[in-house]
């Protein structure tokens, strides 16, 4: 198992900072900064990079999940179900406005992309890449390609990007996604191996 109380904190303490960088600069304002900045090409890219938290970065946390762990793969499939519950009830909870809604002169129309209007705290794209990242990186095997893993990392933080970029978050809700993504990992990591449910 990679991913340990280190990758947390670190992580955490990289969305700590961010978060003070928000205080300081202001939400909004990095809000603002990243949807102006835009090109076609940009559009049509971070569009299939922000599918990748829809179905494709689960699909291959699951998989390796059963691969690696047989049957008790069911648990994570679990903790994902408890993941998405938690996140959809939390956005109905607080039901913040997304930037179509805050910002409407700044968010443009992109084609191919169906703007939201309410539930953006937290960003739940976010949230998933950041959770399946964490388990895929508990179950590396040290023969893997390290380029891959930081691919992976960095595809999580670049649907992250992808959200504010797209028109659907703002910067306040993908760190808040991020770091319920990871802490939500983490507990249930401690869940299970407390419980020695992921014991042979």
């Not at 990243?34 to 829809?54: R, V």
């Not at 059963?66 to 009830?89: D, P, T």
């Not at 956005?91 to 913040?96: A, S, T, Y």
């Amino acid at each position: 198992m990679t991913f340990t109380v280190r990758h947390l904190f670190l992580y955490t303490l990289i969305f700590t900072v961010l978060f003070f960088v928000g205080i300081i600069i202001g939400f909004d304002a990095i809000t603002l900064g990243i949807l102006s900045f835009h090109h076609t090409s940009l559009d049509t890219l971070l569009i299939y990079i922000t599918k990748w938290a829809e179905w494709p970065v689960i699909a291959l946390a699951l998989s390796l999940a059963f691969y690696h762990l047989g049957r008790k793969g069911w648990l994570w499939a679990l903790a994902f179900i408890v993941e998405g519950l938690l996140i959809q009830g939390a956005k109905i909870w607080i039901n913040w406005p997304r930037p179509a809604i805050r910002f409407p002169d700044q968010v443009r129309h992109i084609n191919g992309v169906t703007l939201s209007q309410w539930k953006a705290f937290p960003s739940g794209h976010t949230a998933a890449a950041f959770f399946a990242t964490a388990i895929i990186l508990s179950l590396w095997q040290s023969h893997w390609p390290k380029f891959l893993k930081y691919t992976l990392i960095i595809m999580a933080f670049a649907v992250a990007y992808s959200r504010i970029y797209l028109g659907q978050h703002s910067f306040e809700d993908v760190l808040a996604g991020a770091l319920v993504g990871l802490w939500l990992f983490w507990a249930f990591y401690q869940l299970f191996h407390y419980k020695k449910w992921l014991n042979p």
